[in-house]
């Protein structure tokens, strides 16, 4: 009896790791078409022979002036201007969404999938606009709701938010990357419904107002506001940046510019923006492993196998310790894997450093080649959670002419019903492989270029990049590895 309520414990405990990937969830396992080891080597072939192009053929800059002082007018071009008008229906329309969403999730239905709030927030927003910056560039400035709030707050009641203390060198972006570790915490681990969702809208706009209040509105809004600083380094992707008019200070300049050299232009100006970065990239990371069986393998059996042994318990009788404990484990890691991150990261450094001879901080180097790292974290974003736009967010048109779940029909769309249509999970995985390859392909030659800007010689440059080669390598592998994991086919 005992070993029997012992399996059904320990069947719990696996069940609870599995919760938060059922949001993720068709509910079916998904065998690869030719073994793991076969995409590793392609994949890592083709990296190495990206690199070897590119040391081959990319040319040394005739000018010693680095990319980060290059004027925009040299390599990009005015599109057109955004008049005021444009841009304060973008911030009205931005607002009353807010609004929608707080009002919604107060007094709306308390199902996740009838509410409006839970899908524009979390896909729509969360997702969709992070991939509708890497096309249009920075465009969350003009409708960031919240500083709206505040300038309203400025103007009507007469609220000086030009900030009572000055510490913007100080501050960096550390309130920036410890607001998005909370958030993503609140993603993976907090059990929250739409209500839960609309109180959090709420503590973060009243954040967002003291914060504006006492540092000055610009300064909060450029450094400390999350979503702020996360779509500001995903656009340095983008073909397209916007830019306030010099001449004209209520007018904003939208510029064509090349793919991704908003990446060679500036460099993070501190080690709290190479932990964003970072905590991009290992907390998709964690998202994907902490659902695996072999995380929960880790957990269930290993590491509280040894629990039981230390304290003489069965696994009934350590159960309810154990839960709070895999809270307590999860959070942990999650909360360190930058830093984890970051010592890989300085690993490899250290080797190029050794290799080149170069006389410079392992800080430095971080800092130069940090921004090289961000169409990784683009593909591993896309790869994790782009069939929950496509599945999910469709529904955002049934939702918005009954955002309360009353019944309502206001556009006509209420009782539209897209065909839910699983999708062909071979065309999935050969997607997210193309995905993650060309993303670090991209990252190759743009540390090669930076490394070219860093080092005078060809050769030195070259050689500087081999290690991050091989970190790119180690990146690919093992992002494949947690896609390619025993896990139900959406969480893909």
């Known amino acids: ?114 509410n409006f709030n839970m899908t524009f927030f979390w896909i729509i927003f969360v997702l969709g606009f992070s991939y509708f910056s890497v096309f249009v560039g920075d465009l969350y400035p003009l409708i960031n709701p919240w500083q709206t709030l505040v300038c309203i707050m400025a103007r009507c009641f007469k609220i000086d938010f030009s900030g009572r203390i000055s510490c913007s060198r100080n501050l960096a972006y550390w309130p920036a990357l410890i607001l998005y570790m909370g958030f993503i915490w609140f993603e993976l681990f907090a059990e929250s419904g739409p209500r839960e969702l609309a109180y959090g809208m709420m503590a973060y706009g009243l954040l967002n107002i003291v914060a504006a209040w006492l540092l000055g509105s610009k300064v909060w809004f450029k450094q400390g506001e999350l ?11 983008a073909p397209i940046s916007i830019h306030l008019n010099a001449a004209k200070s209520q007018r904003h300049n939208v510029i064509i510019r090349p793919p991704f050299s908003g990446l060679q232009r500036g460099q993070p100006s501190s080690m709290s923006e190479v932990l964003f970065v970072l905590f991009l990239l290992s907390s998709t990371a964690f998202d994907g492993l902490h659902q695996t069986n072999i995380w929960a393998t880790f957990y269930w059996q290993d590491l509280a196998g040894i629990y039981r042994e230390i304290n003489s318990q069965n696994i009934v009788q350590a159960y309810p310790v154990l839960k709070i404990i895999h809270r307590i484990f ?19 450094l250290a080797l190029v450093r050794r290799l080149t001879k170069f006389q410079a901080s392992l800080r430095v180097l971080a800092l130069r080649f940090c921004y090289s790292l961000l169409p990784i974290v683009l593909v591993y974003h896309i790869t994790h959670y782009y069939t929950l736009v496509s599945s999910q967010g469709v529904m955002i048109l ?14 006509g769309t209420a009782h539209w019903r897209p065909t839910s249509v699983a999708p062909n999970m071979d065309w ?58 025993p896990i139900t086919a959406t969480r893909l």
């Open 1 to 114: 009896m005992k070993k029997s309520l012992a399996q059904i414990f320990l069947a719990l405990g696996l069940l609870g790791l599995a919760l938060p990937s059922w949001a993720h969830s068709f509910g079916t396992l998904y065998t690869l078409p030719v073994p793991f080891w076969l995409y590793a080597w392609g994949c890592s072939a083709a990296l190495i022979l990206s690199f070897l192009l590119v040391a081959l053929l990319a040319r040394q800059p005739r000018n010693e002036q680095p990319d980060s002082q290059l004027e925009p007018s040299d390599y990009s071009k005015v599109l057109f201007e955004l008049p005021p008008s444009v841009v304060f229906i973008f911030r009205v329309l931005s607002l009353c969404v807010l609004l929608l969403c707080i009002a919604s999730g107060l007094w709306g239905t308390a199902n996740a999938y009838m």
């Open 227 to 237: 979503f702020g600083v996360l779509f500001s380094l995903i656009s340095k992707i």
């Open 330 to 348: 999860e959070s942990s890691v999650l909360f360190l894997s930058p830093l984890f991150y970051l010592a890989v990261l300085y690993i490899f």
């Open 398 to 411: 049934r939702l918005v002419s009954d955002p309360f779940g009353f019944g309502w029909n206001v556009f």
């Open 428 to 485: 999935v995985w050969h997607i997210q492989v193309g995905l993650i390859l060309f993303g670090h392909v991209v990252s190759v030659y743009l540390a090669h270029k930076e490394a070219q800007m860093l080092f005078p010689q060809r050769r030195q440059a070259a050689l500087s990049q081999l290690p991050m080669l091989v970190l790119m390598v180690i990146f690919t592998c093992f992002g494949l590895w947690i896609l390619a994991q």
